[in-house]
């Protein structure tokens, strides 16, 4: 059974740092594609940041610069750095998983983060 589970959400200040983890399990996490994605109220979901199996990196445009992500294979964990946050940052954040092979695709079920003084 395939799960993502993301922690380190939360309230925080403009300017302030957030470090969110995807703990994953039930599949080959070294091989999987993963990025993160966010939903703010009222908009779509939105890819913030990906990485490759490789470890190649790609962001949104708003993010570059603040946002880092990156895997740690051996703990089968998924991590987005977050600094120079701004009140535009406030959304739920995804985990996300792809397969290699198959494509199958996974989500979490979504941290929090709001940014506001």
């Known amino acids: 059974q395939v799960q993502l589970v993301e922690s380190g959400g939360g309230l925080v200040q403009p300017g302030g740092s957030l470090r969110l983890s995807c703990a994953a399990s039930?599949?080959?996490?070294?091989?999987?594609?993963m990025s993160w994605h966010r939903q703010a109220p009222g908009k779509e979901r939105e890819l913030v940041a990906s990485?490759?199996?490789?470890?190649?990196?790609n962001y949104a445009d708003s993010v570059k610069g603040r946002f880092t992500i990156s895997r740690d294979n051996g703990k089968n964990t998924l991590y987005l750095q977050m600094n120079s946050l701004k009140p535009e940052d406030t959304a739920v954040y995804f985990c996300?998983?792809?397969?290699?092979?198959?494509?199958?695709?996974?989500w979490g079920q979504g941290t929090q983060v709001t940014v506001s003084a």
């Open positions: 996300h998983a792809r397969r290699p092979v198959t494509g199958r695709t996974y």
């Open positions: 039930g599949f080959t996490f070294s091989s999987a594609a």
């Open positions: 990485i490759t199996s490789a470890g190649t990196t």
